[in-house]
């Protein structure tokens, strides 16, 4: 008998040795004890499967004494991680069941789940949850925001969503994460980018009753728009009715661009002999200023009259001048 206890022994000793080198100190055996083996050997074998059982379940559970060979905290058993062995492939998923496991994408071993109709969605990509696959599409209910934590941490920020029309929408106040402007057309273009390509306006609007006698080119009253330009054409329009008291008067208008004239324009206006008789005049005129430079420039109408005098009666007829940056 000490002869076979002996022997035991030195197996035993055989196994702890294989086990450790194997990762674990207890070897787990489903052939022992074996049918031979002295019965007085048994508890050594119970001992031994729970100990064996212990550091198995310790790979990935909570084992934590409460006294000397005792485990029984109420933590004890639960997981702390979850390690998936792999890499994995799930063929076959019984009904009203689900499969998490691991499996090769590009050499690394990535997060996957497999329904009961053998839907795989992969879940990591690359150390990031993977959103981009055709089998997430639809993940996200219609009309609901995508959200991230705000920046307090107590609360969300809405991000994108895809209206109940199947069209994307972001939140109002929305920015790009720079002021570039867009490459292709089908990029975004920032206000940025929209305010320097043009198309702005300004209107100077004259609502007082104003005259010219001077026989000497002079500016309008109100008639007058500084804006600063991205660079390209600018239109400027102008309308105002006059109106003079004697015979047939020659009035010239003209535009000055930054203390420069352009665009002289010539009148003639025919009038009655009393101010009840005078006719009044309807006058349009237009001119197009080409590659104006970017920066603050000075839009005026300038007026002369050649013989008489003439009036703008801008209360009850306003003189007006727009003035457009084109796209």
Same mark, same amino acid.
């Given at each position: 008998m000490k002869n076979k206890a002996t022997l035991l022994a030195l197996l035993a000793l055989c196994f702890s040795i294989l086990s450790m080198a194997a990762?674990?100190?207890?070897?787990?055996?489903? @052939?022992? %004890?074996?049918?031979?083996?002295? %019965?007085?050997?048994?508890?050594?074998?119970?001992?031994?499967?729970?100990?064996?059982?212990?550091?198995r379940l310790t790979v990935d559970h909570y084992w934590s004494a409460s006294a000397a060979s005792t485990y029984d905290q109420a933590d004890c058993g639960k997981h702390r991680w979850v390690t998936f062995q792999g890499p994995n492939t799930v063929s076959s998923v019984p009904e009203n069941e689900g499969v998490l496991f691991t499996k090769d994408v590009s050499s690394k071993a990535e997060l996957h789940f497999t329904d009961e109709d053998e839907n795989e969605i992969q879940l990591t990509s690359a150390g990031t949850v993977k959103l981009s696959s055709a089998s997430m599409l639809g993940v996200l209910a219609n009309n609901t925001y995508l959200t991230a934590v705000d920046a307090a941490g107590t609360g969300t920020?809405?991000?994108?969503?895809?209206?109940?029309?199947?069209?994307?929408?972001?939140?109002?106040?929305? !920015?790009?994460?720079?002021?570039?402007? %867009?490459?292709?057309?089908?990029?975004?273009?920032?206000?940025?980018?929209?305010?320097?390509?043009?198309?702005?306006?300004?209107?100077?609007?004259?609502?007082?009753?104003?005259?010219?006698?001077?026989?000497?080119?002079?500016?309008?009253? @109100?008639?007058? !728009?500084?804006?600063?330009?991205?660079?390209?054409?600018?239109?400027?329009?102008?309308?105002?009715?006059?109106?003079?008291?004697?015979?047939?008067?020659?009035?010239?208008?003209?535009? @000055?661009?930054?203390?420069?004239?352009?665009?002289?324009?010539?009148?003639?206006?025919?009038?009655?002999?009393? @101010?009840?008789?005078?006719?009044?005049?309807? !006058?349009?005129?237009?001119?197009?200023?080409?590659?104006?430079?970017?920066?603050?420039?000075?839009?005026?109408?300038?007026?002369?009259?050649?013989?008489?005098?003439?009036?703008?009666?801008?209360?009850?007829y306003p003189r007006v001048m727009s003035v457009i940056e084109l796209p």
């Open positions: 990762g674990f100190t207890y070897t787990y055996r489903t @052939d022992t %004890p074996g049918a031979s083996d002295d %019965p007085r050997e048994g508890d050594d074998r119970m001992r031994e499967i729970k100990a064996a059982l212990q550091e920020v809405d991000l994108i969503k895809a209206t109940t029309g199947d069209v994307l929408q972001i939140p109002d106040a929305s !920015v790009l994460a720079t002021s570039a402007a %867009p490459t292709t057309d089908a990029m975004i273009a920032n206000k940025k980018y929209v305010d320097d390509a043009g198309g702005q306006s300004d209107v100077a609007t004259g609502t007082t009753d104003i005259s010219n006698n001077d026989n000497d080119w002079a500016d309008m009253a @109100d008639m007058s !728009v500084t804006m600063t330009t991205t660079g390209g054409n600018v239109l400027v329009q102008f309308t105002a009715t006059f109106r003079s008291y004697t015979g047939h008067t020659r009035m010239e208008l003209r535009m @000055d661009l930054d203390g420069s004239p352009y665009c002289t324009q010539m009148q003639w206006l025919t009038t009655g002999s009393i @101010d009840a008789n005078s006719q009044r005049h309807i !006058v349009t005129m237009h001119y197009l200023f080409t590659s104006v430079s970017a920066g603050s420039h000075t839009f005026k109408i300038q007026w002369n009259d050649e013989e008489d005098i003439i009036y703008q009666d801008g209360s009850d």
